[in-house]
């Protein structure tokens, strides 16, 4: 089953509960815009993509991946996913995605370079502060961004910073943006803590992927005293229930080494990562983690979506059905999204803003995306999921906005 396709599932449920037309679900049957081309690179050949999917709200937003998995079904779920994401966190932007299928571990620097200017080369006419501004997604980062401006810049023969977010600061960056999402997913959680588990002590979480998004959120959270008790990235995992030493942990990975390296737990498997028994369990790796395979083995009470898409349709079922509460994507994850936002508005308007004010800013967005999904849950206590009630406040600002332009 493709990825979009499982997604397809959960908006006719959404259409359902709410009695929208098939004239108006059409707007999410397919992207507005698919582009693909192959790069290039000492003889070999990468296929890429840059998918919009919806652009009602504003022009399409959202990152670039680089993994050898990616697929045109995995970037155009993931374009979906931030229209929807970008809806619901109330920012003028429409979603989109892009994608290169390629190995970044086993490139050097010089090929690393290659393939983003190749990438720019290849989708320069469709990218633009007003069309359509990536950002950095799973191995993409800071530097790459740059090489992705420089590329951009050169051939349209302007400045244009707002056309991608995620810089360094020399370039129009705002350095809050490397720890965004983990800092938005973090608040997240505390809200999921303070109305689910606001009578528990000893609360103890296992995180699932060990980079920009699940590294920061582990040690935010560990320095609030919650006892990590599990972390993995792609070699593996570390497990402890006693809690693990999140610095030597992050030091360690910040050394070149993997978290299963670590000597303070005893070595396990993604899998049994998965499976651990816990309270919290925060999925920040990638996509389809917990499929109806392992479902039915999810021993965590409370599953946080850090990730695009970690728990798909079907596993969703078994896990309410045994009372388990899903926080969504769209809503745990979207703290990178807004802080792009604050980031492409100061380079529009050439205002540079006060970052205690962003940080201020982005946790009231948060905090409002919360509880208005949380408020939308609680209209029918027991009858939708977090995720639906996200899903519902998405899919209508979205139709709002297609009828106001009269296409629907
Ligand atoms: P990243 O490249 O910085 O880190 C990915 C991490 O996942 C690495 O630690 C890697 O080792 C680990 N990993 C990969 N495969 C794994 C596996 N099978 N099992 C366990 N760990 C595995 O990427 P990131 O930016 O942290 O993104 C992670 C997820 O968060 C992605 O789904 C991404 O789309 C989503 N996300 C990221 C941002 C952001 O701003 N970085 C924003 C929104 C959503």
Same mark, same amino acid.
Do not use: C
């Given at each position: #089953?493709? =990825? ?52 009602? @709200? &504003?022009?399409? /937003?959202?990152? =670039? ?51 983003? %200017?190749?990438? *720019? ?23 790459? #961004? ?10 349209? $023969?302007?400045?244009?910073?707002? #056309? ?7 370039? &129009?960056?705002?350095?809050? %943006? ?11 959680? /505390?809200? @999921? ?9 000893? *609360? ?12 920061? #959120?582990?040690?935010?959270?560990? +320095?609030?005293?919650?006892?990590? *008790? ?9 497990? +402890?229930?006693?809690?693990?030493? =999140? ?16 000597? $303070? ?59 388990? =509460? ?8 979207? &703290? ?24 201020? @800013? @982005? ?8 509880? %208005? ?6 209209? /029918? ?28």
């Amino acid at each position: #089953m493709s =990825i979009f396709e499982d997604n397809q599932k959960r908006l006719k449920e959404i259409q359902a509960l709410e009695g929208i037309s098939d004239q108006e679900m059409s707007v999410f049957s397919a992207p507005v815009k698919s582009n693909y081309a192959e790069l290039e690179i000492n003889g070999r050949k990468y296929p890429s993509w840059r998918i919009v999917f919806n652009e009602a @709200l &504003g022009p399409g /937003k959202g990152g =670039i991946r680089f993994h050898p998995d990616v697929s045109e079904d995995e970037v155009r779920a993931l374009a979906f996913w931030m229209a929807l994401k970008n809806s619901l966190a109330d920012i003028p932007y429409g979603g989109a995605k892009g994608g290169v299928k390629f190995d970044p571990k086993a490139a050097d620097k010089k090929e690393l370079e290659e393939v983003s %200017r190749q990438y *720019i080369g290849k989708f320069h006419q469709y990218l633009g502060q007003d069309k359509d501004v990536p950002a950095p997604d799973v191995y993409t980062n800071g530097q790459i #961004m740059s090489w992705m401006l420089d590329e951009f810049e050169k051939r349209e $023969g302007r400045h244009e910073p707002g #056309m991608i977010t995620g810089k360094p600061v020399e370039l &129009g960056g705002i350095s809050m %943006r490397g720890d965004a999402t983990a800092q938005g997913g973090y608040l997240i959680t /505390k809200e @999921l803590i303070k109305n689910f588990l606001s009578d528990r002590q000893d *609360i103890k979480i296992v995180v699932q992927g060990f980079g920009n998004a699940g590294l920061f #959120m582990t040690e935010k959270l560990a +320095n609030d005293g919650y006892k990590i *008790i599990g972390v993995s990235d792609s070699r593996g995992g570390v497990y +402890n229930a006693d809690g693990l030493n =999140i610095k030597e942990l992050i030091a360690l990975k910040n050394g070149g080494g993997a978290v299963n390296e670590y000597k $303070g737990g005893q070595s396990v498997s993604n899998a049994e990562l998965l499976e651990l028994k816990t309270d919290i369990l925060i999925l920040a790796a990638l996509e389809n983690q917990i499929t109806k395979d392992n479902a039915a083995n999810i021993k965590a009470d409370y599953l946080v979506e850090l990730a695009n898409g970690p728990v798909n349709y079907e596993a969703e079922q078994i896990l309410a059905g045994a009372g388990k =509460i899903v926080v969504p994507d769209i809503l745990a994850n979207s &703290g990178g999204v807004i802080t792009s936002y604050f980031e492409w508005a100061q380079n529009r308007t050439g205002q540079i803003l006060d970052e205690d004010y962003l940080r201020q @800013l @982005l946790d009231k967005k948060m905090k409002s995306g919360w509880s %208005r999904v949380y408020g939308k849950y609680q209209e /029918k206590p027991g009858a939708i999921t977090l995720r639906q009630a996200a899903y519902i406040i998405a899919v209508k600002r979205i139709l709002a906005a297609e009828k106001a332009r009269g296409r629907i």
